[in-house]
C-alpha cells in the first residue's frame, strides 16, 4: 500500500488580507471568501470519496478554521495539532504588527541560513522543521492518507523534503490558498536509503474554478 501525504494550504486569511503578522495572536481566522473556499475543498473531497487515515494540522487559527471547515461530516478522525507546519516562527513582540512595519524594524542582512528579520527564523531553519514534521508523519502513518492542513511556506518545504530539492530550488512554486498537493510514495517512508515519491498534484485548486479533476 502507498503512503500518501495531502498537504492542503489554509483557505484565504484576514492577516494576508489586512497585511499583518499572522502569529497565533494575530491571525484572525478566514475570511468569509475563505470559509467559501473551504467549503468547496470539502465538498469536492467528499464528491471524491476521500479516505484518510489521519489528520493533521499547524495549530495558527487560520490553518485549524480551514481544517474544521473541509473536514465537517467528512467522517475523518479527529485533527490532531502540530507546532511543526506553521508558516514562519515569530515571537510575540511582533505578532499582529503590519508585515511592513515588521520587515523594516527588524531588518537585518539574510540569506538561506540568515533570516531577513533579526527576531524570525532562516528559511533553512523552516525548511528542516517542516520536513522533519512531514517525514514524520509519513513515517508515523505508513500505507495510510494522511490530511495536513499547512501553509504555503511548508508546501514549499516539502520539495526538500520528498523531492530532494536543494534548499534554493531553482525555481519559485505557487501554492494558492484551500489548493491540494499530494506526495506519495510505495516504499517504506522509514527506510535508509530513503524511498522516491511522487509528486501526484500540486496546487490544484479546480474545485475554486468550478472543476472537477
Do not use: C
Not at 484572525?28 to 471568501?33: A, I, S, V, Y
Not at 489548493?179 to 475554486?208: I, K
Amino acid at each position: 500500500m502507498s503512503t500518501g501525504l495531502l498537504l492542503l494550504r489554509h483557505a484565504d486569511s484576514w492577516h494576508k488580507r489586512e497585511g499583518i503578522v499572522g502569529g497565533a495572536r494575530g491571525d484572525r481566522g478566514l475570511t468569509p471568501e475563505g470559509v467559501r473556499q473551504a467549503e468547496r475543498l470539502r465538498d469536492r473531497l467528499a464528491r471524491q470519496g476521500l479516505e484518510a487515515q489521519a489528520v493533521y494540522s499547524s495549530p495558527l487559527p487560520r490553518a485549524q478554521k480551514t481544517a474544521e471547515v473541509v473536514t465537517r461530516d467528512l467522517n475523518l478522525p479527529s485533527v490532531l495539532l502540530d507546532p511543526g507546519l506553521i508558516s514562519w516562527a515569530v515571537p510575540e513582540e511582533a505578532d499582529g504588527i503590519p508585515t511592513q512595519e515588521f520587515q523594516t524594524r527588524y531588518a537585518t542582512p539574510g540569506g538561506v541560513f540568515h533570516p531577513f528579520e533579526s527576531v524570525s527564523e532562516s528559511w533553512a531553519s523552516l525548511v528542516t522543521r517542516a520536513s522533519y514534521t512531514l517525514l514524520t508523519l509519513a513515517r508515523r502513518h505508513p500505507g495510510q492518507t494522511t490530511l495536513v492542513f499547512t501553509h504555503a511556506e511548508v508546501v514549499k518545504a516539502s520539495f526538500v523534503a520528498f523531492g530532494n530539492l536543494p534548499l534554493l530550488p531553482p525555481f519559485e512554486v505557487e501554492v494558492r490558498s484551500a489548493s491540494v498537493t499530494e506526495w506519495r510514495t510505495e516504499g517504506d517512508p522509514a527506510a535508509w536509503p530513503p524511498p522516491a515519491w511522487t509528486l501526484v498534484r500540486l496546487n490544484d485548486a479546480a474545485h475554486l474554478e468550478g472543476g472537477e479533476l
